[in-house]
């Protein structure tokens, strides 16, 4: 018993740290310690006798005392050797690339947590759409074919419009127009007065249900999209469907304007993207890296650049010619029915199984999974985020769920990358792709 | 069928046989080799594999600035003059535009019948009809997908390397459509181990546990009940006994020395008496007919006479309904009624009400006959001026 406190000498957490960071190192990235065989004889057979031995010599000896070594020396060293060897070619490397990637720091986020349930809704809650100029209120359409207007702050409900026979897909309000646009099943587009809070038009032409709306930034279009998947580009006083873009093989998902080109972006069940050029009247540019079925595409507010999720699969995309920016680290996230980004480079994708998960959206780390709060007297089934959206300010995030509820997340305000440094990051060359 | 479907004659030499041939030849072509070849080597070109790399990658903090002013409004005046063009078709096809004159000549077209030199020359002009604006439009819309028109191929950038279903695991994903086992119109076949397969935990024939515990239970409670019975009953007895006589017998007595007591008097004797020589003179006490001989007795004496229809609607009003239920029954059922709120209906809704004299027959004898149309009827022989009046209008006589 006395000598128990001998044992307890202070480690210094530095040393812990060099253990754990050097075990992981091992892990990964011992099997890049040395060159392929191949290679290496590649290698080997341009440099000269004597220094093809000293580089064998230098090499045993680091391999004897790499245990402890710390991270960052040994990957510039390898670093060293792979450009060594190749030269400018390594960037074309996976492992040179892998290399690169690891290196970079993710930016740090503040967790997220629940602030308030909002029930009202006697259905799922399709679809959210804040306030776009006095951020004061926000409007959800359900499964019971109702939209409701509820104060943002306060969380009361401010209206209830009644007008669809069916499920209402998805809701756009206008910054130009005191109009709101709502896309239904019902194979309807109805256009709301926000001064009189009545439907003031209809947009008939679609043959089947509706899926998505939006409304063109500088003109006055709108552009629908749905199960008979065709994007239709409707004047909004005219109620004339001006334009139909044909292409997609399956229901459209989402549609969204941009101002410039491509003005039309849509995304479908047929696992590709298409990025419409309006003026031919045709697609420019098809994107077809996802495997399944894109339920949801969000745009970033600060730079022009959009994300795109399938199952297991999110990816970001450089706007004006659609090439791929990022790959998030997405494996085994299941279905996602929902994106949403803010201006702070959070990316927030809400699973059909109720997970929200918070990426940053430069690096395309995953830094918090969270499950929704369970409401009481919902079913097991009843956990799934079907939209979300963030306010005009980028701090709250409002999600609309299976179990007819609509809930608001904020940040954590205390939070420090101290207390809460989140997920580790740590990427897998297979979470890369490629 | 279609001309255009059959096969050449066999027999004449056509011209254009061998074009026929050479059109065959092409569409074979087309359907083997063309498009295959094409389209790989056009995907083949397109495929580049710097879209497979990630940008940010190699650098996270690559600036994407979103478009200025400028682009945005050069895009949108582009886009706008389209769009205004494209609109102005559609509502002038649609029939919506007002229809002025100018337009009406653009449309026409002028068409010259014969040769330019001579001088019968027709000239015509032609017009497109006018439509009724309000027409629906004559289009069938079919819920198909729309086909891609001239579009290029585009590569596919994911490997889809997913495994492809046998039929076995399609098999075992697959869910027969539901049959009803009570409407059946298309006498659709429900295999037998898929009937037994659908049936609950029990196995035929049978019963739950539950039906036995629910007859036990019901068993224990009446057994109890009983015995609590007895048991009150022997306490009452034991009371009695220590009172002294029995209770029934005290208030049987009782209630037998209550009841003459209060018909005594000249009128108990008067009715004694007469009861009396009614017993005397028909042998044996009839309770039903006495009433009627009394009523007889007094119509006889008021000088009048009675019908025996009146006579026996008043015996009916007269009559006491039979006492063969308990008493106590409806003393309870009362009681329970002013004590609680809510109203105990055991009884008929109009039993304060005598029902049987709400319809009761008119007091006739109270009222003397004024007309002979009151009496009975009798009935008479014929006479002999009926026999002459059907003689003279017929003639005709037995």
């Known amino acids: ?434 | 069928m279609f001309t255009s479907r059959l096969p050449p004659p066999t027999k004449t030499v056509h011209a254009d046989s061998e074009i026929y041939q050479r059109s065959n030849e092409r569409i074979v072509e087309r359907l083997i080799k063309q498009p295959i070849t094409v389209s790989s080597q056009s995907v083949a070109n397109k495929l580049n594999f710097q879209d497979f790399l990630p940008l940010r990658q190699r650098n996270f903090d690559i600036e994407i600035p979103l478009p200025n002013a400028e682009e945005i409004r050069k895009a949108t005046n582009k886009t706008k003059k389209v769009f205004d063009s494209l609109l102005q078709n559609k509502l002038e096809s649609n029939g919506t535009s007002v229809a002025n004159k100018n337009h009406k000549n653009v449309s026409s077209n002028v068409v010259r019948y014969g040769k330019s030199g001579t001088s019968n020359v027709v000239e015509m002009e032609i017009v497109e009809a006018v439509q009724d604006p309000l027409q629906p439009s004559r289009k069938k819309f079919r819920k198909a997908v729309a086909p891609i028109s001239g579009e290029e191929v585009t590569p596919i950038y994911n490997s889809s390397n997913e495994k492809k279903l046998t039929k076995e695991e399609i098999r075992k994903w697959n869910i027969p459509s539901a049959i009803s086992a009570w409407k059946n119109p298309n006498g659709y076949t429900i295999s037998l181990d898929k009937r037994l397969g659908g049936k609950r935990s029990l196995a035929p024939n049978e019963v739950s546990s539950k039906f036995t515990d629910l007859s036990d239970a019901l068993e224990l409670a009446d057994k109890r009940a009983r015995e609590e019975l007895s048991h009150r009953n022997e306490r009452r007895k034991l009371l009695a006994s220590h009172s002294g006589t029995p209770v029934q017998e005290r208030d049987g007595k009782r209630l037998y020395n209550a009841g003459p007591e209060k018909t005594t008097g000249t009128e108990h004797a008067k009715i004694k008496a007469e009861e009396k020589e009614l017993v005397s003179r028909y042998g044996e006490r009839r309770n039903k007919n006495d009433v009627a001989q009394r009523l007889r007795k007094l119509a006889y004496a008021a000088g009048t006479s009675l019908s025996d229809k009146v006579i026996s609607g008043t015996v009916a009003a007269s009559k006491t309904p039979r006492v063969d239920y308990d008493t106590r029954l409806y003393s309870k059922g009362n009681k329970v009624h002013s004590k609680n709120s809510e109203p105990f209906y055991d009884d008929p809704l109009f039993v304060q009400q005598d029902i049987e004299n709400i319809y009761r027959t008119k007091d006739t004898t109270s009222i003397p006959p004024t007309s002979a149309e009151a009496r009975p009827v009798a009935f008479t022989k014929k006479t002999d001026i009926d026999e002459s009046e059907t003689k003279g209008k017929y003639g005709l006589s037995k």
């Open chain 1, 1 to 434: 018993m006395d000598n128990y406190g001998n044992y307890e000498t202070p480690i210094p957490i530095q040393r812990i740290n060099d253990y754990y960071s050097s075990l992981r190192w091992r892990n990964q990235f011992s099997y890049m310690e040395r060159l392929p065989q191949h290679l290496k004889e590649k290698v080997d057979s341009q440099d000269p006798v004597l220094q093809r031995y000293r580089l064998q010599i230098s090499e045993g000896n680091d391999t004897t005392s790499q245990d402890l070594a710390k991270v960052d020396s040994s990957s510039t060293k390898i670093n060293a050797t792979l450009e060594k060897t190749f030269g400018n070619s390594m960037e074309d490397s996976i492992l040179g690339r892998h290399q690169q990637y690891i290196s970079q720091r993710p930016e740090w986020h503040a967790p997220w947590k629940l602030k308030r349930v909002i029930n009202g809704h006697l259905g799922w809650v399709r679809c959210v759409a804040v306030d776009p100029i006095d951020n004061e209120w926000f409007v959800t359409g359900s499964n019971d074919a109702t939209i409701k207007i509820w104060d943002l702050a306060k969380g009361h409900l401010k209206l209830t419009l009644a007008g669809h026979a069916m499920t209402v897909r998805d809701i756009a309000i206008s910054e130009r127009h005191p109009y709101m646009f709502s896309a239904s099943e019902d194979k309807l587009v109805k256009c709301w007065d926000l001064e009189k809070n009545t439907a003031i038009r209809d947009y008939h032409g679609h043959l089947s249900g509706v899926h998505s709306v939006d409304i063109h930034p500088t003109l006055d279009l709108i552009a629908t999209a749905g199960r008979d998947s065709v994007v239709r580009l409707w004047d909004i006083r005219a109620r004339v469907s001006v334009m139909t873009l044909i292409g997609h093989k399956s229901p459209i998902n989402k549609v969204h304007c941009l101002p410039v080109d491509p003005q039309i972006v849509s995304c479908s069940t047929d696992a590709t993207i298409r990025l419409w050029d309006i003026i031919a009247g045709k697609s420019r540019k098809v994107l077809t890296h996802h495997k399944k079925s894109v339920r949801d595409m969000s745009f970033h507010p600060r730079e022009f650049s959009m994300v795109s999720a399938s199952t297991d699969d999110i990816r970001s995309w450089r706007l004006p010619e659609g090439a791929l920016l990022t790959n998030f680290n997405s494996e085994k996230s299941g279905i996602i029915n929902s994106l949403s980004v803010n201006q702070d480079n959070v990316l927030c994708a809400g699973g059909d199984n109720g997970t929200l998960s918070f990426y940053d959206y430069k690096s395309g780390h995953k830094y918090q999974t969270l499950a929704t709060k369970e409401i009481p007297g919902s079913l097991g089934s009843e956990r799934g985020i079907l939209c979300s959206t963030f306010d005009q300010t980028g701090l709250r995030l409002i999600t609309g769920e299976t179990d007819k509820s609509i809930k608001i997340w904020h940040q954590d305000d205390i939070a420090t990358p101290e207390t809460n440094p989140g997920l580790p990051w740590n990427p897998k060359l297979s979470s890369q792709r490629f």
